[in-house]
């Protein structure tokens, strides 16, 4: 029963997240929740585990659209 219990703790400590593998998703699954973005990168949001949701400049929002 402790072996079962040993296991099961094992297994969900060790997630993929944890070792570098995939992060948290944000932004309609083209950002990356990280505690700090590289320098391309905004910020509009907050992900659900309080890091900040990375977005790469292809997928930000136009904020400012150009005027013909």
Known sequence: YFLF???LFAVS????AAYG????KCWNLHGSCRDKCSKNEKVY?????GK???VKPKFQPNLFPKVN
């Open 13 to 16: 400590w060790a997630s993929p």
């Open 45 to 49: 949001v907050f992900c659900v585990s």
């Open 52 to 54: 900040l949701c990375c």
């Open 5 to 7: 219990l040993f296991c």
């Open 21 to 24: 593998g995939s992060p948290e």
